[in-house]
């Protein structure tokens, strides 16, 4: 059966699963998301410093936090409020960096169309709105950044440029390449703006938000992250980078931050329990598929090379590097260890998330680098039972993994046992007078 199984992903998952990795657009998508870190931890950070005066009480630090509110929410007015305009700059470069084109003609000229489409202007006409401009705007955001620089590209093609004389200067000359472009951009973007508010009465990054609402809410079920998790731990057993899913899951995960710290900022109970911090504290708790059980097992051993193998795998474990186990017990593509690491990995990884869902623990405001386990957790939200639920998951862990490796070990002695028996049964070719006459030779082999 598992050879079946094996057999159906090797011919059907994993080449799909390689071609969506090496997709143009879908790693732009997640290359540009994985750029947007710095700015979810900066505006996490300053989002929780406006709480801080109920907290601490009265005092000089509170008074200071008080009096400059303007000053500390204008880095998450920037960060988080703006990221949408930061994505679409992000995918117009490494895709314009794929076709090999001018890239700041392909990041001014998607920033322009995603203006154009997401700019709304007050009520009185004295002034702009900048909501669609944070999580919001995201997805359109996204689709303009492949569009303008697609565009761009087919222009180049077409050659509809300007062509200037020898000895003009390489960036002069590029500028004026781009102005049949710009037009066919700034047109095409025109007319969908207007199309978009005669027909719909709203903004393309409204509208698209509609529309996408049950795929960005679905992720509010922690079923349905139980189900993406599965999918993550099949994939990655056969040897396949969760990274696959990034381009569909990153999105979500930085539009359910964002939605976290606005609502904390207002003083409203938080929405969700899936961003990044979660998925990497608790999903990600020691690795993927929460190999601390099979590591804790190894060092435990009876077998001199699982106690080996289980030292060297310890440390990194501690803060989500798993590679030393996965392919040193090995548990990648290993039939024993599917279970565990796939079943196993994907409930006691979700676990946590399904305590967030029922209101055990509190919801995440913040990303965290990479800090370790337990305290990574706990950054995420600020509540120590989340390193409670840590704990259970590595208890569990330890259960679920210890019964499989039992069995692994158990098979790894009797090859032992059989490879020695092999070696004692080899039967001397030599007689003693031929021994001695080789001996004498002294030859290397």
Same mark, same amino acid.
């Given at each position: 059966m598992?050879?079946k199984?094996?057999?159906i992903?090797n011919?059907?998952m994993?080449p799909?699963a390689?071609?969506?990795?090496?997709?143009?657009?879908?790693?732009?998508i997640k290359?540009?998301?994985?750029?947007m870190?710095?700015?979810?931890?900066?505006?996490?950070?300053?989002?929780?410093?406006p709480?801080l005066?109920?907290m601490?009480?009265?005092?000089? +630090?509170?008074?200071?936090?008080?009096n400059n509110?303007?000053?500390?929410?204008l880095?998450?007015?920037?960060?988080?409020g703006?990221?949408s305009?930061?994505?679409?700059m992000c995918?117009?470069?490494?895709?314009?960096?794929?076709?090999k084109?001018y890239?700041?003609?392909?990041?001014?000229?998607?920033t322009?169309?995603?203006?154009f489409?997401?700019?709304q202007?007050?009520?009185?006409?004295?002034?702009?709105i900048?909501?669609n401009?944070?999580?919001?705007?995201?997805f359109?955001?996204m689709?303009?950044?492949?569009?303008?620089?697609?565009?761009?590209?087919?222009? *180049?093609?077409? &050659?509809?440029?300007?062509h200037?004389p020898?000895?003009?200067p390489?960036?002069?000359?590029?500028?004026?390449?781009?102005?049949p472009?710009?037009?066919?951009?700034?047109g095409?973007?025109?007319?969908?703006?207007?199309?978009?508010?005669?027909?719909f009465?709203?903004?393309?990054p409204?509208?698209l938000?509609?529309?996408?609402?049950?795929?960005?809410g679905s992720?509010?079920?922690?079923?349905?992250?139980?189900?993406l998790h599965?999918?993550?731990?099949?994939?990655f057993?056969?040897?396949i980078h969760?990274?696959?899913?990034?381009?569909i899951?990153?999105?979500?995960?930085?539009?359910?931050?964002a939605?976290?710290?606005?609502a904390?900022?207002?003083?409203?109970?938080?929405?969700h329990?899936?961003?990044?911090?979660?998925?990497?504290s608790?999903?990600?708790?020691?690795g993927?598929?929460?190999?601390?059980?099979?590591?804790?097992?190894?060092?435990?051993?009876?077998?001199?090379?699982?106690r080996?193998?289980g030292q060297?795998?310890?440390?990194?474990?501690?803060?989500g590097?798993?590679?030393?186990?996965?392919?040193?017990?090995?548990? +990648?593509l290993?039939?024993?260890?599917f279970?565990?690491?796939v079943?196993?990995?994907?409930?006691?990884?979700?676990?946590?998330?399904?305590?967030?869902?029922?209101?055990?623990i509190?919801?995440?405001?913040?990303?965290?680098p990479?800090?370790?386990?337990?305290?990574?957790?706990?950054?995420? &939200?600020?509540?120590?039972?989340i +390193?409670?639920?840590?704990?259970?998951?590595?208890?569990l862990?330890?259960?679920?993994?210890?019964?499989?490796? *039992?069995?692994?070990?158990? &098979?790894?002695?009797k090859?032992?046992?059989l490879?020695q028996?092999?070696?004692?049964q080899?039967?001397?070719?030599?007689d003693?007078?031929?021994?001695k006459?080789?001996?004498?030779?002294?030859?290397?082999?």
């Open positions: 598992y050879k199984f094996e057999a992903m011919k059907y994993m799909l390689h071609k969506v990795d090496k997709q143009r657009h879908l790693s732009a290359a540009s998301m994985v750029a870190t710095p700015f979810t931890i900066l505006g996490s950070f300053f989002s929780i410093l709480a005066p109920n601490i009480g009265d005092n000089p +630090i509170s008074e200071f936090i008080i509110q303007e000053i500390i929410n880095p998450v007015t920037l960060s988080i703006m990221i305009l930061y994505v679409v995918i117009s470069y490494h895709l314009g960096t794929h076709y084109l890239i700041p003609g392909c990041i001014t000229l998607s322009f169309a995603f203006l489409i997401s700019i202007s007050t009520d009185d006409g004295l002034g702009y900048l909501k401009f944070g999580a919001n705007g995201l359109c955001a689709l303009v950044g492949i569009i303008s620089v697609e565009l761009y590209n087919w222009c *180049k093609k077409k &050659n509809l440029t300007i200037m020898e000895g003009v390489d960036f002069v000359s590029k500028s004026f390449e781009l102005i472009t710009t037009i066919i951009v700034g095409i973007f025109i007319v969908i703006r207007w199309a978009s508010l005669s027909i009465g709203a903004l393309p409204q509208i938000t509609i529309f996408l609402s049950p795929l960005v992720m509010d079920n922690p079923w349905a992250v139980l189900f599965f999918c993550i731990c099949t994939i057993f056969f040897g969760s990274s696959v899913f990034g381009p899951t990153r999105p979500i995960m930085t539009i359910y931050i939605e976290n710290i606005e904390m900022s207002m003083g409203q109970a938080l929405p329990f899936y961003t990044a911090g979660t998925s990497s608790c999903f990600g708790f020691t993927c598929g929460i190999t601390i059980g099979c590591v804790i097992a190894c060092m435990l051993s009876k077998n001199k090379r699982y080996k193998i060297v795998a310890l440390f990194p474990s501690l803060f590097i798993n590679e030393p186990i996965l392919f040193g017990a090995p548990i +990648i290993n039939p024993i260890m279970i565990p690491f079943f196993g990995g994907a409930i006691i990884g979700t676990l946590p998330m399904f305590f967030m869902s029922w209101g055990w509190s919801k995440p405001v913040f990303d965290p990479y800090v370790g386990v337990f305290l990574e957790a706990f950054l995420t &939200n600020g509540d120590w039972r +390193i409670i639920a840590n704990i259970i998951q590595l208890v862990a330890v259960l679920i993994y210890w019964p499989f490796f *039992k069995v692994m070990e158990r &098979n790894e002695e090859e032992a046992l490879r028996k092999n070696k004692e080899v039967k001397e070719i030599f003693a007078e031929e021994r006459l080789l001996d004498d030779l002294d030859l290397d082999f």
